[in-house]
């Protein structure tokens, strides 16, 4: 029940709510309205696409509480979009833009109660689609199911509200191939992150940085987080590739860096040395927000970067963009949307 949550100690864990959706399409590529239902276990066949061959991708976003109370999302129609890349990639029925908006709002309305109060934490929704049906030959699932859950969460990596993370540069393991799936958030891209993650928490470490797994030279991501790193007052990025997850955090962070703080923006092949030369590094997500880097250790060398301390452009940043989210200053980009004064679409937006 909403009224038990502990607020002050949500972490990342998760906390069920009242309600879920399931809807399912087979193969005639028609996805049905679909139901709410109580939160609870789902029926699948063991030899369902999803669990023998990995056909599924994800997506997470958050609803926050505003100083007055209102609820609402950031930006949903971009996870949206990037459902449906992720959907073609793997063979899969992409869900209509409206159908994913009029959900994502519809499963935040319902479970309301479990939006935590200002500055506790959020609402994670977590739109989920698999290939349900069951095949046992390699090939693509005859039925597919979207399902959407959600649960509060407070910060990603436990502690306070903006503490900075040691990382290790993963030296023995890649993340991902060129013209493999990096850049969709399929679910076999995360069990493949377990070992090395595990291994740098064996160590000390909260995170993982991922290099191109053909020079082991540039920065792909900060572990299921985009990189960021400031020198001489210029914000700099990985440029994306098939590689890099497009995070919808990344490219808001891009833009309030150029629009509101003036700042030059450089997205480029991001070498591993210039990172370790930067003045700040933080990775971004709608999980992790921002978080600041404390330190990077590569080859056995830790640099640390404002004596582990916060950053001021990352402070400005995250200020900025939580706030945003937050409702607590202005959305000059009309990023937010608010769940009660949704209407619900029906007309079909322009597809990706
Ligand atoms: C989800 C994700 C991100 C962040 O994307 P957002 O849209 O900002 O949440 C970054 N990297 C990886 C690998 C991810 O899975």
């Given at each position: 029940?909403?009224?038990?949550?502990?607020?002050?100690?949500?972490?990342?864990?998760?906390?069920?709510?009242?309600?879920?959706?399931?809807?399912?399409?087979?193969?005639?590529?028609?996805?049905?309205?679909?139901?709410?239902?109580?939160?609870?276990?789902?029926?699948?066949?063991?030899?369902?696409?999803?669990?023998?061959?990995?056909?599924?991708?994800?997506?997470?976003?958050?609803?926050?509480?505003?100083?007055?109370?209102?609820?609402?999302?950031?930006?949903?129609?971009?996870?949206?979009?990037?459902?449906?890349?992720?959907?073609?990639?793997?063979?899969?029925?992409?869900?209509s833009i409206k159908q994913f908006i009029n959900t994502v709002v519809q499963i935040v309305q319902e479970n309301r109660e479990y939006v935590p109060p200002l500055g506790m934490g959020s609402l994670y929704v977590r739109p989920c689609l698999w290939g349900s049906g069951a095949v046992l030959g390699m090939a693509a699932a005859p039925e597919y199911s979207f399902v959407v859950y959600a649960s509060p969460v407070g910060n990603y990596f436990g502690g306070g509200k903006i503490v900075p993370v040691k990382f290790l540069v993963s030296e023995a393991y890649n993340r991902s191939v060129r013209k493999g799936t990096g850049n969709i958030k399929c679910i076999g891209n995360y069990a493949a992150t377990l070992l090395p993650t595990s291994l740098a928490k064996g160590e000390g470490y909260m995170g993982t940085i991922f290099l191109d797994a053909i020079e082991e030279t540039y920065i792909e991501e900060a572990g299921v987080a985009n990189f960021f790193c400031i020198k001489n007052n210029k914000l700099l990025t990985p440029k994306l590739n098939e590689c890099i997850l497009s995070g919808v955090t990344r490219e808001s962070i891009i833009h309030l860096a150029r629009e509101v703080l003036g700042l030059e923006v450089l997205e480029i092949p991001l070498s591993i040395k210039t990172a370790l030369d930067a003045d700040e590094c933080f990775c971004s997500g709608t999980a992790t927000v921002v978080t600041p880097i404390g330190s990077i250790t590569y080859q056995g060398q830790e640099k640390v970067y404002n004596e582990a301390s916060v950053g001021p452009w990352t402070q400005k940043l995250y200020e900025l963009l939580l706030g945003i989210q937050q409702g607590v200053i202005e959305d000059p980009f009309k990023w937010t949307m608010d769940i009660d004064q949704f209407q619900e679409i029906t007309a079909d937006l322009v597809e990706a």
């Open positions: 029940m909403a009224k038990d949550i502990d607020w002050k100690n949500l972490t990342f864990r998760l906390t069920p709510t009242q309600t879920m959706y399931v809807a399912k399409t087979n193969l005639s590529h028609e996805w049905e309205e679909g139901q709410y239902i109580p939160y609870g276990p789902i029926s699948l066949s063991p030899a369902a696409g999803v669990l023998n061959y990995g056909q599924g991708v994800y997506e997470g976003l958050k609803a926050h509480r505003t100083p007055d109370g209102r609820i609402i999302l950031f930006r949903p129609e971009k996870n949206a979009e990037r459902f449906q890349q992720g959907a073609k990639r793997l063979c899969m029925p992409p869900i």
